[in-house]
């Protein structure tokens, strides 16, 4: 299939039922649906507000989505420059192998050069070998000596009550 019909475009407000359709799908590539706490609502609420740090692309196929990449900015005070940091980035199974998760990381470093970012970065799942494979195949470098940290929930909330 060319790439020429392959199309990328910023997520509006209009496509939280679309976002939220390929958040559930990873989550059930990832073995985690249950954990999916999002709505369209929240969707909305959180991506699309005023006020919000995040963003959203959408990865259409001659004007169907096939695929998303939701992003934020973050900071490196080593190298004194903002981040690119890729929150989640999917494409439909029946869609993979024609080029579309190539070109949302292509749009995303573009993204992130135009922004004068240092870095852009994401995390993968350890038993993920496809996406990791893909992934090494573009140059991403594994970040091995590093070890992701996470508070949520009640830890959360017990912590910052302590």
């Known amino acids: 299939m060319p790439k020429a ?26 073995n985690a649906e249950h954990e999916v706490l999002a709505t369209t ?12 740090h995040v963003h959203a692309l959408i990865c259409e196929l001659d004007g169907q989505a ?3 990449a939701i992003y934020f900015f973050n900071y490196s005070t080593w190298l004194s420059k903002p981040g690119l940091y ?12 024609i080029g579309a998760g190539k070109m949302l990381l292509q749009q995303m470093a573009n993204i992130a050069i135009d922004k004068g970012c240092g870095r852009f970065e994401w995390s993968c799942l350890d038993w993920n070998q496809p996406s990791r494979d893909f992934y090494e195949s573009i140059g991403a470098i594994a970040q091995s000596e590093w070890i992701g940290y996470r508070m949520s929930g009640d830890t959360l909330i017990n912590f910052a009550k302590a």
Do not use: C, M, W
Not at 5 to 30: G, V
């Open 86 to 97: 890729l929150e989640d980035l999917y494409v439909s199974a029946a869609h993979r192998g």
């Open 66 to 68: 096939i695929g998303i």
């Open 5 to 30: 019909n392959i199309q990328i475009r910023p997520a509006t407000i209009s496509d939280a039922s679309i976002l939220l359709h390929f958040i559930k799908e990873l989550a059930i590539y990832e």
């Open 41 to 52: 609502a929240s969707i909305e609420a959180n991506i699309f507000s005023d006020n919000s």
